[in-house]
Nanobody
Framework: QVQLVESGGGLVQAGGSLRLSCAAS????????MAWFRQAPGKEREFVSV????????LYADSVKGRFTISRDNAKNTVYLQMNSLKPEDTAVYYCAADPLRFGRVTYVYDYWGQGTQVTVSS
């Protein structure tokens, strides 16, 4: 079992930055693929980014590529999402997800989820 707790959300103006954190506890964090998803009101939960535990390779949604950066600190059991040049359409609840075996862009790949943190970008 892995427990995930997100933090760092808030209200920011368009063009601003936020850094989200996801602290993990439980099993060996370094052996888990870690991902970020987001869900806007009335919309499906969508993939944002993922970082693989083995080689640290990363994937990004096209909508955030070049603006968001995912990273992880295995010593701190934490994964981060640095979000720059934020846009109003980035407004959503951001969720951290983890899985020890599967790696991908869809929600059903991941067995463990945090409760989410709200990000609101004003225009």
């Amino acid at each position: 079992q892995v427990q995930l707790v997100e933090s760092g959300g808030g209200l920011v103006q368009a063009g601003g930055s936020l850094r989200l954190s996801c602290a993990a506890s439980g099993r060996i964090f370094s052996n888990y693929h870690m991902a970020w998803f987001r869900q806007a009101p009335g919309k499906e939960r969508e993939f944002v980014s993922v970082i693989r535990w083995g080689d640290g390779s990363r994937l990004y949604a096209d909508s955030v590529k070049g603006r968001f950066t995912i990273s992880r600190d295995n010593a701190k059991n934490t994964v981060y999402l640095q979000m720059n040049s934020l846009k109003p359409e980035d407004t959503a609840v951001y969720y951290c997800a983890a899985d020890p075996l599967r790696f991908g862009r869809v929600t059903y790949v991941y067995d463990y989820w945090g409760q989410g943190t709200q990000v609101t970008v004003s225009s």
